[in-house]
Structures are given as C-alpha cells and as structure tokens.
Nanobody, 126 residues
C-alpha cells in the first residue's frame, strides 16, 4: 500500500524559505502524480502545486507562482516543494497526495488523489 510521509515544515519568519518533502513508499512504479494541498484553520483545503508522473506537467495555484517550486526525484521516491518568500497567509497544514490511478496533475479537486500523507505544519510569523 502506498504511504506518503511529509517533512520539512516548521516556523519561519515572513520572507523566509522552507523545503517540504514527500517521501513515497510501498509503490513499485513511478506511475503516480503528487499534489501538494494545504488547509488553514477555518478554511477549505486548497491545491498548491502538483506534478504528474513524468514531471512534464506542473501546476501552481496563483498565490504560489513565482515563489514555490515543485520537483520530484524518482530515484529517491521523493517529491519536494521549495517555498520561498513565505507570507503569513501561507500558514497551514500542508499535505501531499498521490494519484496512483491516472497519474494526473490536478489542483482544482482533491478527489482524484487516493493516498494522503499525515500533513506537516507550516507557520509563517514574526
């Protein structure tokens, strides 16, 4: 069974950077896409970025464009989310999720993702 483990969250000052990692295990092939989602208290879950199984299709939500970079290292079975110029409004629990059925990069809906990590807290505050 596919397992996802996020790491790299923490407390950072505005303007700082963090790199989140999503380690994938229990899947013998690379035929899965990964999406990063976040949920702040009292708000709906929103898609931040995604990358398809080949790394050829990448998407970002508008607020992440120019600040966040998603990448994947299939040799390490890990997907990264480099977050720069962080703002207080980026504060949320960040989740990675995998679509092992179609391997699509979709941000508008999280329902196609069949496996989820436990989340990692990102807090941007001075």
């Amino acid at each position: 069974q596919l397992q996802l483990v996020e790491s790299g969250g923490g407390l950072v000052q505005p303007g700082g950077s963090l790199r989140l990692s999503c380690a994938v295990s229990g899947f013998s092939e690379d035929d899965y896409s990964i999406g990063w989602f976040r949920q702040a208290p009292g708000k709906e879950r929103e898609g931040v970025s995604c990358i398809d199984k080949n790394g050829s299709n990448i998407k970002y939500t508008d607020s992440a464009k120019g600040r966040f970079t998603i990448s994947r290292d299939n040799a390490k079975n890990t997907v990264y989310l480099q977050m720069n110029s962080l703002k207080p409004e980026d504060t949320a629990v960040y989740y990675c999720a995998a679509d092992t059925v179609f391997g699509l990069c979709v941000l508008k809906s999280f329902r196609g993702y069949d496996s989820w990590g436990q989340g990692t807290q990102v807090t941007v505050s001075s």
